[in-house]
């Protein structure tokens, strides 16, 4: 699920069902394939957006699963319904499925996109669908939004960039220090690559993955989230998610998470919590996180409930 964004970042004005539809890539950071895409609309903007894999999608359960979060967080939002599919029916089946399972006063419109062309009815006329030269696709560019061919392109950008012998070796030294020895020294490493941004070493990246299991050096990363510092926090901790082995990186990409959380980019959330699941799925901040994305939490509430997640580990 991806959050509206925060006050002061640019808006991209919509025009109507077409401007929207062909915004979507926009808003997931991605181009979406066989795939149900919500887009909640709060008093005309954009409150979130969510989107889930049609085949997911077999019974109301699983469409309850998905969506329901979003009428408890946002009971007064119209919505927006749109399947991305090349199977027509299978579709619109979905669609209405969708639409069943929907609150009475809900106001919902729906379309399909085949890849080429959208509908807003099943055999209805078909619109062009061209999101490269759509004038609202464009003013997001313009405004520094990126849309990646896929949803497997954004997992590709936690992939390494160095060898595994090279991270296990890394990893190896770094494991061989007293603990708290390499949590002060990843400490000191943070604040050096925080204040002068740069690629951290193979060396530097394993010593922060170590220390980011670190309860006490966790709440000082995620303490340090907030939108100003976002981009910082993502891109340093992409740096090492892509320079250690995924088993070392897992609180490494919880706070990539968080920072894409906070950022709005709802689809980059999924897939941290996906690489992070197995080796950091039971710390606070991963199921904090995992909490966040369910239910559709707005990043602009972040400052309160960070604020009482520290102070409740400190008590």
Same mark, same amino acid.
């Given at each position: ?95 209405? %499925?969708?639409?069943?399972?929907? *609150? ?5 419109? /729906? $379309?399909?996109?085949? &890849?080429? !062309? ?120 992409? %740096?090492?998610?892509?320079?250690? *082995? ?5 609180? /490494? $990409?919880?706070?990539? &998470?968080? !920072? ?56």
């Amino acid at each position: 699920m991806s959050n509206k964004r925060q006050r002061g970042t640019p808006t991209v004005r919509v025009r109507g069902l077409s401007d929207l539809i062909h915004l979507v890539p926009s808003m997931l950071g991605f181009h979406p394939e066989e795939s149900l895409v919500v887009v909640c609309l709060d008093e005309g903007r954009v409150a979130v957006t969510a989107r889930a894999d049609l085949a997911r999608l077999t019974c109301a359960d699983d469409i309850d699963d998905c969506f329901g979060a979003l009428w408890d967080r946002y009971p007064s939002c119209a919505c927006v319904v749109i399947a991305f599919s090349t199977d027509a029916e299978a579709a619109w089946s979905v669609v209405e %499925d969708f639409i069943g399972e929907l *609150p009475a006063d809900v106001w919902v419109d /729906a $379309a399909h996109v085949d &890849g080429h !062309a959208w509908f807003d009815a099943p055999f209805g006329v078909a619109h062009r669908y061209d999101p490269p030269s759509s004038a609202v696709a464009a003013e997001a560019a313009y405004w520094g939004v990126n849309v990646l061919p896929d949803r497997g392109s954004l997992a590709a950008t936690l992939q390494p960039v160095i060898s595994r012998p090279e991270m296990d070796q890394a990893l190896a030294r770094v494991i061989a220090i007293e603990p708290t020895t390499t949590v002060a020294s990843a400490l000191d490493v943070l604040a050096s690559l925080s204040a002068s941004p740069r690629p951290p070493s193979a060396h530097e990246a394993s010593m922060l993955a170590v220390a980011a299991f670190s309860p006490a050096f966790a709440d000082v990363v995620v303490g340090d989230i907030e939108h100003r510092t976002a981009g910082g926090v993502r891109a340093l901790w992409t %740096d090492v998610v892509r320079r250690v *082995p995924p088993f070392a990186g897992g609180m /490494a $990409a919880v706070f990539v &998470g968080m !920072a894409a959380w906070v950022s709005g980019d709802g689809a980059l959330v999924n897939v941290c919590l996906e690489r992070a699941v197995d080796s950091a799925g039971g710390n606070q901040w991963f199921r904090f996180l995992e909490i966040a994305a369910r239910v559709a939490l707005p990043p602009s509430q972040w400052g309160e409930v960070r604020t009482e997640l520290v102070r409740g580990r400190a008590a």
